[in-house]
Structure formats: structure tokens, C-alpha cells
Nanobody, 128 residues
Framework: QVQLDESGGGLVQAGGSLRLSCTAS????????????MGWFRQAPGKEREFVAA????????VYLDSVKGRFTISRNNAENTLYLQMSRLKPEDTAVYYC?????????????????WGQGTQVTVSS
């Protein structure tokens, strides 16, 4: 089993920045963090969970939700089993619980059903 632990959420004013971190441990089917694609998702109150960003196993390919392109950057450090989401120019509509997720494959995907492992989430609140 892969365990994921997010941190870095908090309260920030509009226009500010936050960096989320996700530390992974364990393995699945003999595979470890460094071989799996990873993603960030978010869920605002009363809304469905939505894809935010994903990165493939070696960091060479990334995809983003259109509304966060140019403001958010996903990255990873495989030596430290850590995934990051640098969020800049935050907007009130970015307020949500942010979840880190590990894919079942090495290749980037935005589909939630391709991610069998999820963290517990971290709250991000952006005030206007």
C-alpha cells in the first residue's frame, strides 16, 4: 500500500502563494513512489472533486487544469519521495481541500479513477 501525507495548506490572501507538499511511503505491486505518476485534486464545498495537476514518474511531463495554468506548478523529488504544488496568484475560487494522489501507472493522467491512493487532504482558504 502507498500512504500519502499532505501538508502546507492554510489561509492566505488573494494574490498570495502557498506550497503544498505530499510525502509518500510504502509500495504497490512492487512499485514505489518514484515509478508512479502523481496528481493533485481539489474539492470545494458543495462541489465535486476536480483535477488540478499531474506529473509523470520522472517529472518530464505535466498537465494542468486550465484555470490554474501559469499560476500553479507541480513538481516532484523522487529521492525524497515528495510531491509539490507551488500555488501563486491565488484566487478565492481556489479555496478547497487539496488532495494528493498516486496513480496506478507511470504516465500522467487527469482521471480520478486512475488514482487508487489518496491522502487525507489539506485545506487551502483564499480570502478576498
Amino acid at each position: 500500500q502507498v500512504q500519502l501525507d499532505e501538508s502546507g495548506g492554510g489561509l492566505v490572501q488573494a494574490g498570495g502563494s502557498l506550497r503544498l507538499s505530499c510525502t509518500a511511503s510504502g509500495r504497490t505491486s512492487g512499485r514505489t513512489f518514484s515509478t508512479l505518476a502523481m496528481g493533485w485534486f481539489r474539492q470545494a464545498p458543495g462541489k465535486e472533486r476536480e483535477f488540478v495537476a499531474a506529473i509523470n514518474w520522472d517529472g518530464g511531463n505535466t498537465v494542468y487544469l486550465d484555470s490554474v495554468k501559469g499560476r500553479f506548478t507541480i513538481s516532484r523529488n523522487n529521492a525524497e519521495n515528495t510531491l509539490y504544488l507551488q500555488m501563486s496568484r491565488l484566487k478565492p475560487e481556489d479555496t478547497a481541500v487539496y488532495y494528493c494522489a498516486a496513480s496506478r501507472t507511470s504516465w500522467v493522467t487527469s482521471r480520478p479513477n486512475e488514482y487508487p491512493y489518496w491522502g487525507q487532504g489539506t485545506q487551502v482558504t483564499v480570502s478576498s
